[in-house]
């Protein structure tokens, strides 16, 4: 801390700044805090009459700063002398000495008294400070204020904290080269601070430049940098010192042109209505020293609060916090008169202290209230509130320069709401093609995440998907359509929809990939598609992979290695109607996790392909497989401004903890197929011990049985399934019709009885669609079953 107070103010032509506070029950000034010292050595005295001739005390009686030059060069060095606290306070005085007998600049006082107010706002009226107290850094610290010193040959940089929270980076991210700060400028500024930070034999002096840095969330910083070279080898100088300060962004009594070209370049990088409101607060705020500003838009006779600083709900009036339901709170123009007739009329209203507003309004400016109605296009887009506590003058300049500014932030404004409104439709468009959620698994855990581009419209043809097809079987799929449009995603909704439902219908995955590009090729679309697709048998591991122009998978084994899966792959779907896609058999042990990636997360144009997969490899061997959603937030890791969207699915594969024991019967179509069948069924379940449920199963498969050889043509096969406390009984035909169960059932019918006894006796009764035909499946509950 005093390393950093001796360059700031070393800065400020100070050697030597001490503060003095009244000594209680003593007519005194005792010395508190103290920095920096004289060329001899000799410190500030540790006390000083308040009636005495010295600088401090005559600052502290009258209440008014002295700044002292000595008339010969062989006199003391000036100094200047500032009371502390408001007017009439008298909370002490801070006593500064020159480094140069020619005083203090204009600008090097007005710092100063900026210091002044900081250490006054230390002290606390009435007390008796210990000493020593620390003011001097704190108050530094309270201002902003940062240093450095660089050494050029190197590159190396000795920044304090301070500097490194203005330009955004964290003590622990700094690795004390200069580049790392320079890397947080805006590159139309770069030149400019390369020409300062580049010393010369002929600019030696002290310089000064203003420059912008983005902040952690992409927010535009303005900072002033001071810094002179410091006396080296006669070869040229060793290090550069300086200091660096927030700048406000409209300082007062600044060039009016360059504040308006600011706000004008400052609004055009707003694409958001919340960017909008930073750069209000930051252009009003603090340049004008006001309290409170808030930027409320007008939306069907309401005002919908998008900003409000400081955002505390109790720094607000106490109707603004009973309303306060969601982020900010929204208020109807009814009952803010002030506000509608100020929108009414389009014309900025400047309240002066004290004046009688409306309870809505009440507390918000006590001592002035500035109501700029925010003009786009012939209509009123919004207002702008600036209140101040303390009594304000609103100067001529003052007034023109609100004028121009909410003329220019209505502007903006209009364009930001624009801006959010297609983002939100964009967004519901690609969350309604996306599934809402993934199924759970039986065996496994599976985890997706997408993220869209940053850049133009946020939504793309990238999709995902999971599918159930069994109980124990499941479809992996991930895929990317061409392009970044609402035509992208609507081809995506529909290869995703198109996947599924040849999925669900039982075909193997070739068929399925085959059927989906046939699909494409038919819509004559100029758009193409890739995917993967993966069946995963979750009872043994066998997994069924089919890749059409889309990356391999990846795989975490157990032991924390991974690899990528190398699957035949084939055309891109949408390219060639008779395409081949053929199959790539892989057996998953448990605790394995596979990895299904799009270009996004992989490719970009400063990241090559093969790059990006050993990262991608580098960062799932990393990652911890326990948290599957912690594991996929890592490897989408810190994307920036991506230019592509990117789509992620993940799936542990645990294997499962109940296996089910199976046993099949092809039933010939004879005279006595359905006893065969029972005989069947009965041998199955003495061999499974559960002959207690003989009577209910065999009932189910007469009928079942019965009703496929009736009805249908071609094969029928008999399916016995014993999970747990459960059997299944699944009849399997060539007919895509589901069995039909009759409407009405009489004394006269002669069939159709059937079905319902199936049902009544089921637990579960359903008809699945598979490929060449279906499977009518029961359920019957085992009584006392263990798994």
């Given at each position: ?582 199959m790539t058999a892989v057996e998953l042990a448990p605790a394995t996790v596979l990895a299904l990636v799009t270009d996004g997360l992989v490719e970009a144009a400063d990241l090559p392909l093969d790059e990006g997969m050993h990262r991608t490899r580098v960062a799932l061997a990393a990652a911890d497989p326990g948290d599957l959603g912690k594991m996929a937030d890592e490897l989408l890791g810190d994307a ?148």
């Amino acid at each position: 801390m005093r390393t950093c107070l001796d360059r700031a103010l070393a800065f400020a032509g100070v050697i030597l700044a001490a503060v003095y506070a009244p000594s209680a029950g003593t007519e005194e000034l005792r010395l508190v805090d103290a920095s920096g010292g004289t060329p001899s050595g000799a410190g500030p005295p540790e006390r000083l009459p308040l009636s005495g001739d010295s600088p401090a005390a005559r600052a502290f009686r009258t209440d008014h700063p002295l700044w002292l030059t000595p008339e010969a060069p062989a006199d003391a060095p000036s100094l200047g002398a500032l009371p502390l606290g408001p007017q009439g306070g008298r909370l002490g005085c801070l006593l500064v000495l020159s480094a140069t007998q020619d005083g203090f600049e204009n600008e090097q006082r007005r710092f100063l008294e900026r210091y002044a107010d900081a250490v006054a706002g230390l002290l606390q009226p009435g007390a008796d400070p210990p000493t020593p107290t620390p003011l001097l850094g704190p108050a530094l610290r309270s201002l902003r204020v940062g240093s450095f010193v660089l050494v050029p040959d190197t590159g190396l940089i000795d920044a304090d904290d301070t500097l490194l929270e203005l330009v955004g980076i964290t003590p622990d991210d700094f690795d004390g080269k200069a580049d790392t700060l320079l890397s947080h400028a805006l590159p139309e500024d770069m030149h400019a601070l390369m020409s300062v930070l580049e010393p010369s034999d002929e600019a030696s002096g002290r310089r000064d430049l203003e420059f912008r840095v983005r902040g952690p969330a992409g927010e535009m910083r303005w900072l002033s940098l001071s810094c002179r070279v410091a006396a080296g080898a006669a070869d040229g100088p060793e290090q550069l010192i300086g200091v660096v300060t927030a700048t406000p962004v409209l300082r007062r009594g600044g060039d009016d042109v360059s504040r308006i070209q600011w706000l004008t370049a400052a609004l055009d990088d707003a694409a958001t209505v919340r960017d909008v409101g930073r750069v209000v607060v930051a252009a009003l705020r603090e340049p004008l020293a006001a309290d409170r500003v808030a930027l409320a838009a007008l939306q069907d006779d309401r005002l919908m609060v998008t900003v409000l600083d400081p955002p505390q709900p109790t720094a607000w009036p106490p109707t603004w916090r009973s309303e306060w339901r969601t982020e900010w709170p929204d208020a109807s123009l009814r009952a803010l008169p002030t506000l509608q007739a100020a929108l009414r009329d389009g014309r900025m209203d400047l309240w002066p202290a004290d004046t009688l507003l409306e309870p809505g309004l009440a507390g918000i400016g006590t001592g002035g209230l500035a109501v700029l109605p925010l003009p786009a296009k012939g209509q009123v887009a919004g207002v702008c509130l600036v209140g101040w506590d303390r009594p304000h003058d609103f100067a001529p300049e003052e007034r023109s320069l609100l004028t121009a500014t909410a003329a220019l932030v209505g502007q903006a404004l209009k364009r930001a709401h624009a801006h959010d409104a297609e983002q939100e439709l964009a967004t519901m468009l690609q969350r309604s093609l996306l599934p809402r959620r993934l199924p759970e698994l039986p065996g496994g855990t599976a985890v997706a995440r997408y993220l869209p581009a940053r850049r133009g419209l946020q939504v793309g043809g990238d999709w995902y998907d999971v599918i159930a097809l069994s109980e124990d079987r499941v479809a992996l799929v991930i895929g990317d359509v061409q392009g970044h449009s609402a035509g992208a995603a609507t081809i995506m909704g529909q290869m995703r929809t198109a996947v599924r439902a040849y999925a669900m219908e039982g075909h193997p995955p070739d068929v399925v990939v085959s059927h989906a590009n046939r699909l494409l090729v038919g819509m004559e679309t100029d758009l193409f598609a890739t995917c993967c697709y993966a069946e995963l048998d979750m009872e043994e591991g066998n997994t069924l992979f089919v890749r059409a122009g889309h990356l391999a998978p990846m795989l975490r084994l157990p032991d924390g290695a991974t690899e990528e899966v190398e699957v035949a792959g084939g055309p891109p779907l949408g390219i060639l109607a008779e395409a081949e896609f053929p199959m790539t058999a892989v057996e998953l042990a448990p605790a394995t996790v596979l990895a299904l990636v799009t270009d996004g997360l992989v490719e970009a144009a400063d990241l090559p392909l093969d790059e990006g997969m050993h990262r991608t490899r580098v960062a799932l061997a990393a990652a911890d497989p326990g948290d599957l959603g912690k594991m996929a937030d890592e490897l989408l890791g810190d994307a920036g401004r991506r230019e592509d969207d990117v789509a992620l699915l993940l799936l542990r594969y645990d294997g499962m903890k109940t296996r089910p024991i199976r046993a099949g019967w092809m039933v010939w179509r004879l005279p006595d197929a359905v006893m065969h069948a029972r005989r069947f069924t009965a041998r199955t379940l003495r061999r499974w011990s559960i002959p207690e449920t003989g009577d209910a199963v065999l009932l189910v498969v007469s009928e079942l049985v019965t009703n496929a050889l009736v009805h249908t043509q071609g094969p029928v096969r008999l399916d016995l399934t014993l999970r747990g406390d459960r059997i299944r009984v699944c009849v399997s035909d060539s007919s895509p019709r589901a069995p039909a169960k009759p409407v009405i059932v009489d004394w006269e019918a002669t069939g159709g009885r059937g079905l319902l006894l199936v049902e009544a006796m089921s637990e579960s009764f359903v008809t699945i669609p598979v490929a060449g035909g279906k499977q009518v499946c029961s359920e019957i509950a085992v009584p006392g079953g263990e798994p």
